[in-house]
């Protein structure tokens, strides 16, 4: 069975640090790119950070550059998303998701209801 299982959300005062986790399914950690989206209440899902394992490449939306950092851990079939400097307009449910054989950047721009496998979601609250 394909999963993805998402992990780590809570509580967090502004400026804070939280790491999500996503393992995946060796099935799907291979050749796929993996990555995180959120939701915000009335706000639109919107692709955050991703990562292939296809072509290894890495991707941020421009308002986590510097502050997100997106890894992978092949060995457990895990992908991190390190956040840092939290920010109260972070608070969101996170979502982890997995598109083949494709790159970052579409996946994360381009991916949104094309993405070929989701995980349950994570709520990450950042109190300003």
């Known amino acids: 069975e394909v999963q993805l299982q998402a992990s780590g959300g809570g509580l967090v005062q502004a400026g804070g640090s939280l790491r999500l986790s996503c393992a995946a399914s060796?099935?799907?950690?291979?050749?796929?790119?993996i990555g995180w989206f959120r939701q915000a209440p009335g706000k639109e899902r919107e692709g955050v950070s991703c990562i292939s394992n296809s072509d290894g490449s890495t991707y941020y939306k421009d308002s986590v550059k510097g502050r997100f950092t997106i890894s992978s851990d092949n060995a457990k079939n895990t992908v991190y998303l390190q956040m840092n400097s939290l920010k109260f307009e972070d608070t969101a449910v996170y979502y982890c998701a997995a598109l083949s054989y494709s790159s970052s950047q579409y996946a994360c721009t381009l991916g949104g209801d094309g993405m070929d496998y989701w995980g349950k979601g994570t709520l990450v609250t950042v109190s300003s």
């Open positions: 060796r099935f799907i950690f291979a050749d796929y790119a």
